[in-house]
């Protein structure tokens, strides 16, 4: 009995071990692509650009870069990382995690398997896959689903989710939620004085991003016009439009980069 316990605890913190790995991997990616985007995002602000301002588009200057293919694989599986975290805490949630966590981490396994699905596909020699316009996605997606049975009031539900989950990572983000899950103790003194400029700037400029993305949503289903939908490139174009566009779409650059090296820190010092 003693031995089959022991081994039991053995294998557990084998997996414990591997699922911290693969959530240190998974944010490592994260910060990398958001870091990418918002370089991205600033030069269309500051050049005009066509650059595309997206997942696609940072895969892409990965892949332009020296090893480009082995940087685009090692994001890919840093991604697969992101993904398996996400699908352990919905089966192996820790203490205390209840049922609508758990069904957020689902969402989340989703979003990250299938973002890992493309850029692995990118990194295998298959072009129009991780480096595909959310964009046109975004447009396809819409479409379809306001041909089906009661499809405007679905698709406008999706942008109202989208707009409340900006609202909610933004308002989480301006309450330094995120401190409890960091271990601040153990960074340097530099870092931890700055880490809330990363954690509130970048929490509150993902929550913009998002919450504008369901806004577009929404006109789209009420003028039944997918192309009104809009993917991340799209959504960040739309503030050059304003009066204060540049200026805007500037800030939400910087905010995104900001993010990206959150995530970063989070891949670091993040309590697993």
């Known amino acids: 009995m003693g031995r089959w316990t022991g081994g039991g605890r053995t294998a557990r913190t084998a997996r414990d071990r591997t699922t911290r790995a693969a959530a240190r991997a998974g944010l490592a990616a994260r910060g990398v692509l958001y870091l990418l ?5 600033a030069r269309i602000a500051l050049t005009g650009t066509q650059e595309q301002a997206d997942r696609g588009g940072a895969v892409q200057e990965l892949a332009r870069q020296p090893f480009g293919r082995v940087l685009v694989w090692a994001v890919g599986l840093g991604l697969v990382g992101m993904a398996l975290w996400r699908l352990s805490q919905v089966f192996l949630p820790p203490s205390g995690h209840r049922l609508a966590e758990r069904a957020a981490a689902a969402a989340r396994f989703l979003f990250y398997a299938v973002t890992a699905a493309s850029v692995l596909a990118f990194a295998a020699g298959r072009r129009g896959s991780g480096a595909g316009s959310t964009d046109e996605r975004s447009r396809d997606v819409t479409a379809r689903a306001l041909g089906w049975p009661a499809g405007r009031e679905l698709v406008a539900a ?3 989710a989208l707009v409340g989950a900006g609202l909610w990572i933004a308002v989480r983000a ?3 939620r995120y401190r409890r899950y960091l271990d601040t103790a153990a960074m340097p003194e530099a870092l931890r004085r700055s880490v809330d400029v990363l954690g509130v700037g970048g929490g509150v400029g993902r929550g913009v991003m998002f919450a504008a993305a369901g806004v577009f949503t929404v ?3 009420v003028a039944f016009d997918p192309g009104q939908a809009k993917g991340l490139d799209d959504t960040l174009r739309a503030f050059v439009a304003l009066s204060a566009g540049p200026w805007l779409l500037t800030a ?3 905010a995104l980069a900001l993010f990206g090296l959150f995530s970063l820190v989070l891949a670091r010092w993040r309590i697993l």
Do not use: E, T
């Open 37 to 41: 985007v918002g370089v991205m995002a």
């Open 158 to 160: 999706a942008g109202c």
């Open 174 to 176: 301006v309450q330094r």
């Open 219 to 221: 006109r789209a289903a």
């Open 252 to 254: 939400l650059a910087v």
